[in-house]
């Protein structure tokens, strides 16, 4: 191992000492950031210079109180340390809040003289000021404790709404006939009972093969309906006091709506920038989408004649038909070639060589047999940790995420993240496979933007519209045929051939207008429940979704109770479009070959390792010399 003078974090070894960890750790921090707090309140003659240092530490200690907070409130398997921690979750929020309400710190910084800083202390004590305000700091006293109350109560429901999802696993049983046109391997794992009836689940090793294979289309409306109602009907309540909450909170700080909160601090700026920038991506995939829902109706009507009209539950099923038939891409034929280790290493494999690391496997305590860790590392330097938490079980996060584990400290502390995702232990789809190259982009964006002066920019701490546009961009790695060679190998050690993923990039096209109206769905759905706040949540997501898509959602489908976005995104699932725009743009800047070196040492320098210390459109214009463009992007949704 090389020699380096930092140390990952250690963790327990035990179900006792997790128990402490998840309870002690945290509150020793928060010990801290009140210690900070009242040493700035009373010592007066602190230079602003020193203010702004301890209030560097204070964000530092909260960032080591919430990320291990967050993370093992979704991932440890004992239901009593994810208690633990959801409550210091809650804690370490509640800390943040009532900071940002308290007025003798706010005088600390309120009228400070700025002149000999640097340019960067600048920048932290205009952003530590913008926080104040937006925590409410100014307003009259009722108000600010309305605020409080608010902000508390805002963060008990998300964490009540994320519980509910992650412990609301659904099952459906169908006959063991009903599994026609599944993967053998798919049809081994789920032995019939006694009564000749087999259990499927709403966890995605299930849904996603069946979605795309299962023949009967009752089979795939029945999974796709338990997965719709998935936290139905816990999160209905819960969902429509947490816009409400969010409103109020929205209107006593002086905003329009809780969109014009959020966006502030976002490239987009602006809640009816939102709006616009909705109908700009609406009106540029209406053509091709119309065109493939034609083709699409079509061909589901030569398996159910009576069919009138193409739903979500059809949706993948006769996508992958028609890239069968019409494109020859067989995914039962593509999948063969993606066994989860093998794909695993290709992961590892293609982020070293692009990003000149290596991954060295650790043996280290870690909250479940599952989580596999490797130190990160370039010559003789560690740069960081990464644990890979990537199967499914009971009580754990059920999507696929980047959760910190410890912020990065230039001098301090190494940067550790962490993936949670739910993949197979066998075969892969490769929409899993771009999964999880797209998962893995926040992680490495983590590591490398993890050595930081100031915890707020530390790791992937760039605006929030722009933060899934280096892990978009990761994407386009999972669909490169010298890439796929490296580690796409099926069972006969045959690597998957050129000419299939040529076929594959080709076929990916089809649908593409489709794919952009199903995720306006989101988008639309995120925005105008906030905006709009319907007293029918049902009617008007059934509504958002209706009006974004020809492909229909479920009749009588409760899909927002499971939209986990809801609660970290907000108003703001936009988000993933914005940043795919940006992604395809800088794409385009590695021309035909994604290792050239060059490019990637470029791209590794101006956009990951910064971390959130430049503005994102800044990022942008250092890697591509110009401001970013929609160019890319219209082109790419025309398949050009």
């Known amino acids: 191992m090389p020699d380096s003078p930092l140390n990952p974090l250690s963790l327990p070894r035990d179900l006792d000492q997790w128990r402490r960890f998840a309870e002690e750790r945290p509150a020793e921090r928060l010990d801290r950031v009140a210690a900070i707090d009242a040493r700035l309140i009373a010592e007066p003659d602190l230079s602003l210079r020193d203010r702004l240092a301890l209030w560097n530490e204070a964000d530092i200690a909260l960032a080591e109180a919430a990320a291990p907070s967050h993370l093992l409130s979704e991932s440890h398997p004992d239901p009593a340390v994810r208690d633990a921690a959801e409550k210091q979750a809650q804690a370490v929020d509640a800390a943040q809040s009532r900071r940002l309400l308290d007025r003798d710190l706010w005088r600390v910084f309120a009228d400070a003289d700025a002149a000999d800083l640097e340019p960067d202390e600048l920048r932290f004590l205009s952003h530590v000021q913008r926080d104040f305000r937006r925590g409410g700091v100014d307003l009259a006293d009722a108000d600010r404790e ?6 508390d109560r805002d963060t008990a429901l998300s964490l009540t709404f994320s519980r509910n999802i992650r412990e609301g696993r659904r099952t459906i049983r169908v006959p063991a006939t009903a599994l026609d046109g599944l993967p053998a391997d798919f049809i081994d794992a789920h032995p019939a009972d006694d009564e000749g009836m087999v259990t499927l689940t709403t966890e995605y090793t299930d849904l996603m093969p069946v979605r795309e294979y299962a023949r009967d289309r009752s089979v795939r409306h029945a999974l796709m309906g338990a997965y719709n109602d998935l936290a139905w009907p816990d999160n209905e309540p819960v969902l429509a006091e947490l816009l409400a909450v969010r409103a109020e909170r929205a209107a006593l700080l002086g905003y329009g709506d809780w969109a014009d909160f959020e966006t502030e601090t976002r490239m987009i700026g602006s809640s009816a920038a939102v709006a616009s920038f909705l109908t700009r991506i609406a009106d540029a995939a209406a053509p091709a989408a119309a065109t493939e829902y034609a083709r699409v109706l079509d061909r589901l009507r030569r398996d159910e004649p009576g069919a009138d009209r193409v739903t979500i539950a059809d949706f993948w099923y006769v996508l992958s038909a028609l890239k069968r038939e019409e494109y020859d891409v067989d995914a039962q034929l593509v999948r063969s070639y993606f066994r989860f280790d093998r794909v695993l ?22 909250w479940h047999a599952d989580v596999r860790t490797y130190d990160v590392v370039r010559g003789d330097e560690r740069l960081g940790r990464i644990h890979l938490d990537l199967h499914p079980r009971d009580g754990k996060y059920s999507h696929a995420a980047c959760f910190g584990l410890a912020p990065g400290i230039t001098g301090r502390t190494l940067p550790e993240s962490v993936l949670l995702c739910n993949f197979s232990r066998g075969l892969l789809e490769h929409d899993e496979v771009v999964t999880f190259f797209h998962e893995f982009g926040h992680l490495v964006h983590d590591i490398l ?14 605006e929030w519209d722009f933060v899934e546009a280096p892990s978009q961009l990761l994407e386009e790695w999972a669909w490169d045929a010298e890439a796929l060679a490296s580690f796409a190998v099926n069972d006969a050690g045959e690597p998957i051939p050129a000419e299939l993923v040529a076929r594959m990039r080709t076929a990916d096209g089809f649908g593409r207008g489709l794919e952009v109206t199903r995720q306006l769905g989101h988008a639309t759905t995120s925005y ?3 905006v709009d706040r319907p007293s029918d949540l049902a009617a008007a997501v059934d509504g958002y979704y209706r009006a974004a898509s020809p492909v229909a959602p479920l009749d009588g489908a409760h899909s927002y109770a499971g939209f986990g976005h809801l609660t970290g995104y907000g108003a703001c699932y936009y988000t993933y479009q914005w940043s795919l725009v940006i992604a395809r743009d800088l794409l385009s800047a590695f021309g035909d070959d994604l ?5 990637a040492t470029r791209y590794r320098r101006e956009i990951l390792e910064p971390g959130g210390t430049r503005d994102a459109r800044d990022l942008v214009a250092g890697f591509l010399g110009r401001e970013t463009s929609f160019d890319a992007y219209a082109a790419w949704l025309s398949g050009e």
Do not use: C, I, K, N
Request: aromatic share 8%; charged share 25%.
């Open 528 to 530: 105008r429940l906030h």
């Open 146 to 151: 309305r605020v409080r109350e608010l902000t």
């Open 345 to 366: 290493e290709g992961v590892l494999a293609t982020t070293a060589r692009l990003l000149d690391v290596q991954y060295v496997p650790v043996e280290a305590p870690s």
């Open 449 to 462: 933007g993890g050595h930081q002066r100031w915890g707020r920019w530390t790791g992937v701490a760039t």
């Open 595 to 599: 290792f050239d070196v060059e490019t």
